[in-house]
């Protein structure tokens, strides 16, 4: 749910889903690298799913879910500063 939040508000933002992105662990001292945002969601739903923590329909349901909630906030929330329109 939270990742792809994420990552549909960092789409939305940037106008594109292919940003470098790193995530480091001081618990293991790597350094993961993605250059597209639909990697990095995929990785973590299947680390989550490897851990335990969910199953595969679960993460679906979670990333529709993630999708429409953030879609829904920047729809009816945000718009551009730079907008004219002043409702």
Known sequence: FFTTALATALKKYFSTEHLNW?????????TRVYTDLHDLVSELQNARIYAGLHYRFSTEAGTKLGRKVCQNFLTDHLRRV???DED
């Open 22 to 30: 790193q995530i480091s662990s001081t618990a293991t001292g790597t």
């Open 82 to 84: 730079d907008d004219d």
